[in-house]
């Protein structure tokens, strides 16, 4: 039974006399309508705005709709008396957190629940994993919807447990271990996650993972041999430094460099006994299994140059660890400050301190390193090696 309610002269409200208990039993037709319905949280529509939302092809859907609605009061309705007749104006929602949750839609309620919860996630990823710093800091600021904000949430702690497990492969295994299928990431979603985090630094690769390296070292597979002093700087598949590939004649010395412009620029004046090697940023697993391979082979003493930032202070100390663990000596070169402090300088980001506090608890680094650390605290100023090497 429906009950009429006066609003003044020429208005009034219908609704049924019994409580809502809940939808009726709808075709799949309403039901779609309804979907439309009610993905808005205002409490009141629009009667024209409920049919634009139904579409020119479901108008008597929606009446019907509405009717059955009224008649279960799940709606209340408002109508205006014009040009001598009742015209249907407004509907109101009895209870629309319950409507949505009964057509599989999350409420307003539920996501302000489930924003708090994706909140916590990320803050809770970025205290664990400081390097997606950026990153997370991207996602909640960034003016983004819903939906996207989850995905890159998502992408983000795939990317953690990348990096925890130690992996590293193409970016198609990448996609396969986050999402389930190596096509899976979009291209607009790979440039977000290069921008905000060094991709190859965390084993994922466009292509097969190299070393490029120059200057003295020789190197034989089979019958061929290949001396790098006669060709230049070159890029061998990172799995290519193994057996049957030899070392035939080996450098007194190695020296890696981190930037990839001051790596070439070097090798265009390497020195004879000298083999120059690209340090990509934070070396993947495959890098540094090369390099381990390589050590073996011809083991020699090595200078290492980094970017005199903390990122590129916990650079050089991964790459020194090789040498520290084949029993090897090796030196910070090329980053103390009186190279760089009086060219152009940065200042210190977020990150940038959260790194430096972990380095200052640090108690074993090499002096130069930990007179750059102790530098660049009191300085509050970084700079990028490709301006000075």
Known sequence: MIETQANGKNKRTRQASAPFAGLPLLSDVQRLVLLNWLRSDALERSWQVLLEAAGADHLETADTLLQSLLSAGVVRIKEEFRHGQWRLW????????????????????????????????????????????????????????????AS??????????????????????????????????????????DTHASLESLGIVRFEPVLWLCGTLSLRKFESQIDLLEIGFLAIPCKQFATPMAVAAGPSTYWLIENRASFERQAQKCIPGTCLIWLPGRPSKDWLTAMRWL??????????????????????????????????????????PAFWKDAQTLPLTDYDQRVLAELQSQ???PEELADLRDYILVAGQKAEQEGWL
């Open 152 to 193: 890159r949430a998502a992408l983000l702690e795939a990317l953690a447990e990348w990096h925890r497990a130690q992996r590293s492969g193409l970016r198609q295994d990448f996609a396969l271990a986050a999402r389930g299928h190596t096509k899976s990431i979009t291209a607009g979603e790979w440039d977000w996650l």
């Open 363 to 365: 108690t074993d680094l």
């Open 295 to 336: 050590l073996a082979q011809a083991p020699a003493s090595a200078n290492i140059s980094c970017d005199p930032d903390p990122a590129g202070i916990q650079i050089a100390l991964t790459a020194g660890q090789l040498w520290k663990d084949a029993g090897l000596p090796w030196q910070a070169n090329h980053m103390v």
């Open 90 to 149: 407004r509907v109101i929602w009895s209870d629309l957190s319950a409507l949505q949750s009964a057509v599989g839609l999350t409420n307003a309620a539920d996501r302000v629940i489930e924003k708090q919860g994706l909140t916590h996630r990320l803050q809770q990823l970025e205290r664990e994993q400081p390097w997606l710093a950026a990153a997370v800091k991207s996602c909640l600021s960034a003016p983004m919807g819903r939906a996207l904000q």
